[in-house]
């Protein structure tokens, strides 16, 4: 009976995701309350600025300008399109679902959608060659398009502003998935190193090198069984 598949899901490092969205707010916060001194020095002293230093009331205009510049900008990457955001992965024996905060899937790759490369000897690999293993690492895949072209697709546990606890569990299980599902598909060497993969289910496929070089191994080792013979009847 074959061993059911084991299902893996992400985990929030809760500490340090808390830590970073708190550290995002109370910038956002300390920008509002600059702007708002800002605004206020200039409200107070628009006169004086305007008959004696016109170069330092520009100067707080434009350092005005670019604070609710950047404090847009910040409000912007934490509330906007929170539904497309990625927030929970599953990896399970169809491969990886990926759900937003509401618990919706927003994306999902397959072991079944998978495909071979065209332009290169391996199908599966990773995608930057960092060695850490809780380093910021992703997978690059080949899928096909809506116009039904095979194209490098990136695998990535690294999500926006949350950071995850098992990245690394996730990208071995997803690979353990390949390998047990598509042993046709090739992943790189580095990438089964990395991850503590067996290649075992792997399938080797010879070329007409691989086919050359048997051949004359055998080759070999007929003439060397051929002369030890000879040279026992010598002997004898």
Request: one cysteine or more; charged letters at 20%.
């Amino acid at each position: 009976m074959t061993e059911k598949f084991q299902t893996l899901e992400s985990k929030i490092n809760k500490p340090v995701t808390l830590f970073l969205m708190g550290i995002l707010w109370i910038t956002v916060i300390l920008i509002i309350v600059v702007i708002g001194f800002v605004f206020d020095h200039i409200f107070n002293n628009f006169r004086p600025y305007s008959e004696h230093d016109l170069g330092i009331f520009f100067t707080l205009l434009v350092a005005q300008l670019l604070l609710i510049f950047c404090c847009i900008t910040l409000i912007i990457v934490l509330t906007y399109k929170r539904k497309q955001k990625a927030r929970k992965a599953i990896v399970d024996e169809k491969g990886i679902t990926f759900y937003n905060n509401r618990s919706t899937i927003i994306e999902m790759i397959l072991y079944s959608d998978l495909q071979s490369a065209r332009n290169s000897s391996d199908d599966v690999h990773v995608y930057n060659t960092q060695t850490v293993k809780y380093g910021k690492t992703t997978l690059q895949i080949y899928l096909k398009n809506k116009a039904g072209e095979i194209t490098p697709t990136t695998v990535d546990f690294n999500f926006e502003l949350v950071i995850l606890s098992n990245r690394y569990d996730l990208y071995r299980q997803f690979l353990m998935g390949i390998q047990h599902f598509r042993p046709d598909l090739r992943i790189s060497t580095q990438t089964i190193e990395q991850y503590n993969l067996t290649s075992e289910p792997q399938k080797i496929e010879f070329g007409i090198f691989e086919y050359v070089m048997a051949a004359i191994f055998i080759l070999i080792a007929v003439g060397l069984v051929y002369i030890f013979m000879l040279l026992i009847k010598t002997m004898v």
